[in-house]
């Protein structure tokens, strides 16, 4: 795991010799030592873990984060590379408006089967005429009635914390690359 908020915890669970112990009943909580000696550990372990993630920045856990502005979507109608074959695509236009609740699919206007060629949207692929038994239903799965659970518009924004993925096409490319010739020393 990558996120420092979670290997910080951690740190200061795993380290911290109070945590996850019970105390057995009517009997005092250790002696005046070691109560001591592991209020100290669990003071230092918590001193060197940051408590702060890369989401929310340095606001502690117990505050509220300052929400960054809203910005617009991007409305170029291209559509932007998969980084993996299964990824839901990006939307490339704007969803302002477009109603999606249990009477209405606005997007399914335009994206179903059978409005496709009227509209030259890109039909929803079979996946979203399947159930979770892999049986392919006449209409849309419920599982993939609402969109914006996995399709996002496009924004012009950086990744809010950093990744070591590599696309497989680099890594099939990396592996049939001929191997430099020896050094001549
Ligand atoms: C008015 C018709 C219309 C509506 C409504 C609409 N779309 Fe689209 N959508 C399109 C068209 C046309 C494209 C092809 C690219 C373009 O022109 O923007 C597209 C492209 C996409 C793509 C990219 C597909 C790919 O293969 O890269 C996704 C994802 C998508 N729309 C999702 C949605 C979602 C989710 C909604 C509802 C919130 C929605 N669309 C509503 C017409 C529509
Ligand atoms: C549970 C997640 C999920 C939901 C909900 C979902 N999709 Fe998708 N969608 C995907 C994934 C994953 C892909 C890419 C792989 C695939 O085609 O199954 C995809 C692909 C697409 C594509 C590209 C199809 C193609 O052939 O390139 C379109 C268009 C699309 N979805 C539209 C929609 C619309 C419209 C809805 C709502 C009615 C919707 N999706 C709901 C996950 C989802």
């Known amino acids: 795991m990558n996120d420092p908020h979670a290997r910080g915890n951690n740190k200061g669970a795993a380290r911290c010799p109070l945590r996850g112990r019970t105390r057995p009943l009517g009997r005092p909580c250790g002696t005046g030592l070691t109560a001591l000696a592991a209020l100290l550990v669990c003071s ?24 960054p502005l809203l910005t617009n979507p991007e ?33 399914l206007g335009c994206h179903s089967r059978g409005r496709a060629a009227v509209t030259q949207a890109v ?31 496009q924004v012009d924004a950086k ?10 096409d680099e890594v099939i490319k990396q592996a049939v690359a001929p191997a430099k010739p020896p050094v001549k020393k």
């Open 123 to 153: 039909a929803v692929s079979v996946s979203h005429y399947m159930d979770r038994d892999g049986n392919f239903l006449a209409e849309i799965s419920p599982r993939r009635y609402f969109c914006e659970q996995c399709h996002v518009t």
């Open 75 to 107: 409305n170029k109608d291209l559509r932007r590379e998969r980084a993996y074959s299964m990824q839901p695509p990006t939307i490339p236009h704007k969803i302002d408006n477009y109603q999606v609740d249990l009477h209405v699919n606005a997007c």
């Open 44 to 67: 230092v372990a918590f001193a060197q873990s940051p408590n702060f993630d890369a989401m929310r920045g340095r606001t502690p856990v117990a505050d509220e984060t300052k929400p």
């Open 159 to 168: 990744p809010l914390v950093g990744n070591r993925f590599v696309d497989v």
